[in-house]
C-alpha cells in the first residue's frame, strides 16, 4: 500500500480565511492544503486532500481513503456534533482516522463539546489553528507508519 493519507474536511471549510476569522484563523483552505502537502512531504506522506460540505460525500471520501491510504486526517467540521452516519462510517473503515479542528472547541458553546466521531477515532487534536493539521500528520507518523 501507498503512503498516502488523506485530509477530509467537511461543511464551510471551504469559506476560511473569510469566515470568522478570529475564531478559525486567515488563512484559506488552499492554504491549509498547501501546508499539509509539505508536512506531508517532509513526513514521507502523499496528501489527497479534500472538501465537501455534504455528509454523504464526506463518507464517500472515508471509504474511498480504506482503499487507497493508510489513514485519514478529518476535519469533519460542524459534522463532529451531529453525525451518526460519519461515526459509523468511520466504524466502517479498518485505517485510522485523526479527528482535528482549528478551534478548542471545548472552549467554545456548549453544543460543540460533544463529538460523535471522537470515540471512533485514534485520537483528536483541537485548538491549534491550521497546525492542528500538521500535528495529526506528525502523530499519525509517530503512531502509525510501520
Do not use: W
Not at 15 to 22: D, N, Q, S, T, W
Not at 107 to 134: D, L
Request: charged share 15%; hydrophobic share 40%; aromatic share 6%.
Amino acid at each position: 500500500m501507498s503512503n498516502r493519507v488523506s485530509v477530509i474536511n467537511g461543511p464551510n471549510l471551504n469559506m476560511l480565511g473569510k469566515r470568522e476569522p478570529g475564531i478559525y484563523g486567515d488563512l484559506s483552505l488552499t492554504s491549509i492544503h498547501e501546508l499539509c502537502t509539505k508536512a506531508g512531504a517532509e513526513l514521507g506522506f502523499e496528501i489527497d486532500f479534500h472538501q465537501s460540505n455534504h455528509e454523504g460525500n464526506i463518507i464517500d471520501f472515508l471509504q474511498g481513503a480504506n482503499d487507497t491510504a493508510i489513514g485519514v486526517v478529518l476535519n469533519a467540521g460542524a459534522y463532529t456534533h451531529t453525525s451518526v452516519a460519519l461515526h459509523d462510517a468511520i466504524r466502517s473503515i479498518s485505517i485510522p482516522v485523526i479527528e482535528v479542528h482549528l478551534s478548542n472547541v471545548h472552549a467554545r458553546e456548549k453544543f460543540r463539546h460533544k463529538s460523535m466521531i471522537s470515540s471512533v477515532c485514534q485520537g483528536v487534536i483541537c485548538g491549534f489553528g491550521p497546525n492542528s493539521y500538521k500535528l495529526a500528520l506528525q502523530a499519525f507518523a509517530e503512531t502509525n507508519n510501520s
